[in-house]
Each structure stands twice: as structure tokens, then as C-alpha cells.
């Protein structure tokens, strides 16, 4: 079974540009949530999606975005890119039944704005 | 709101010794679960156990156990044995029986000496 995996990998973009990140969750998993790890401030949670639907949302200012397709992949958006922007961010699906279960993560995007 | 304090940045340990992470955290649900996640560097953040807050008895994982402090809010890893491969960032999160949105810990860098 293939796990989760998010494109692209690494990326360096520059202050004031747009940024799209992916995420392919496991096969049959339909919650995908994505979280931000930094240095300064860990890993922090930006946003949950089941169904296509948010569920939860993190303390994110709105230039972050995301979305679910019906075949539960997933995007999220940065804009107007900041210096602060730059991180590791996370993509874990799971079930979506309830936080009963485990979290897989995939590798990651690191970006960095220059 | 939940929180979650690892207490301890790094810890050294000696191959085939054992170590103990520190965890606590605060919540104001009921049912809930706690996690110990490790994240090798470079590597994708994998579940190493799991603990769920309704039950009394502690979780083991092969040379990984946990020691559940419900009322004292203490949620501690005992890596035993440690091998090299333990080498890791291990963080410990929270979620709440209802949701898929983790709360993790700053983390505990884990350096294992040969």
C-alpha cells in the first residue's frame, strides 16, 4: 500500500509569491490534515479536510488555504508569501472516523522564501 | 484548548541503555488519546505507540513503553535497549476522541551512542 505523499518535495520561492503544495493520502483514507514545523515555533496545525469538507482549522492567517478533491487528495495554498513562511509542512491522512487512529505522514515540503 | 511540554530538548543515551522522554500536557476533554511520534531526520514522522487516556493500563511496543500518569497529566517513553536507529526527534501529541487535529509537544532530540 502506497503511502502518503506530498509533491514537491523541496521548493524555494521568493516574498510576495503564491505557493501550491499536494498531498495523496493513503488509499481509502479520506481525512487529510496539514501542519507547519519550524525551528522557532514545532509543528503546528493548519487545517483538516474530510469529504472535501474543512473540518478544523488552525490559528493560520487566511493567505493559507487549502482544499480536498473527491478522491481525497489534497492542496494547500500559501500567498503573499513572507520570509516567516518558511517551513517543513506536513500532509497526514487517516480514516477520518474519529481520532481513534493512527496518523500517517508523508515526507514533507520544505519551502523556502527567499 | 490542549497543550502538550516536553521538558527535555535532547537526551543522550549509550547504546543498549535505556532512556526515559518526559511529557506532560493539559486538556479539558474526557476521552482523548496521547501519542509518542518519531521523526528521524531527513525521514517522514512514523507512530511509535499510542495510549488511550481510558485506559489504566500502559502501552507497550516491542523496547517501547509508556508510563500514563492520568491525574498527574504525565504521559513518559521509555526507549530500552536503544540501538542506533532510535536516533530520532520524538514529539508527543494529543488528540481528542472527536477530532483528527494533533497537538504535539516541542519535541525531544534523541542521540544514541555507539
Known amino acids: 500500500k502506497a503511502g502518503v505523499t506530498q509533491t514537491p518535495r523541496y521548493l524555494i520561492k521568493t516574498r510576495g509569491q503564491q505557493v501550491t503544495l499536494s498531498c495523496s493520502p493513503i488509499?481509502?483514507?479520506?481525512?487529510v490534515s496539514w501542519y507547519q514545523q519550524t525551528p522557532g515555533q514545532g509543528l503546528q496545525f493548519l487545517f483538516e479536510?474530510?469529504?472535501?469538507?474543512?473540518?478544523n482549522k488552525g490559528n493560520f492567517p487566511g493567505r493559507f488555504s487549502g482544499r480536498q478533491f473527491s478522491n481525497s487528495r489534497s492542496e494547500m495554498n500559501v500567498s503573499t508569501l513572507e520570509l516567516g513562511d518558511s517551513a517543513l509542512y506536513l500532509c497526514?491522512?487517516?480514516?477520518?472516523?474519529?481520532?481513534?487512529?493512527?496518523?500517517?505522514f508523508g515526507e514533507g515540503s520544505r519551502l523556502t522564501v527567499l | 484548548a490542549q497543550t502538550v511540554t516536553q521538558s527535555q530538548p535532547e537526551m543522550s543515551v549509550q547504546e543498549a541503555e535505556t532512556v526515559t522522554l518526559s511529557c506532560t500536557y493539559d486538556?479539558?476533554?474526557?476521552?482523548?488519546?496521547l501519542f509518542w511520534y518519531k521523526q528521524p531526520p531527513s525521514r517522514q514522522m512514523i507512530l511509535v505507540i499510542r495510549?488511550?487516556?481510558?485506559?489504566?493500563q500502559n502501552a507497550t511496543e516491542n523496547r517501547f513503553s509508556v508510563n500514563f500518569q492520568k491525574a498527574a497529566k504525565s504521559f513518559s517513553l521509555k526507549i530500552s535497549d536503544s540501538q542506533l536507529g532510535d536516533a530520532a526527534m520524538y514529539f508527543c501529541?494529543?488528540?481528542?476522541?472527536?477530532?483528527?487535529?494533533?497537538?504535539f509537544g516541542g519535541g525531544t532530540r534523541v542521540l544514541v551512542k555507539p
Open positions: 488509499s481509502g483514507h479520506r481525512s
Open positions: 501529541a494529543i488528540i481528542k476522541a472527536a477530532g483528527n487535529k494533533l497537538t
Open positions: 495510549q488511550e487516556a481510558y485506559k489504566q
Open positions: 479536510y474530510f469529504s472535501e469538507t474543512q473540518r
Open positions: 486538556t479539558s476533554e474526557s476521552d482523548y488519546y
Open positions: 497526514a491522512s487517516t480514516s477520518g472516523t474519529g481520532g481513534t487512529g493512527e496518523l500517517f
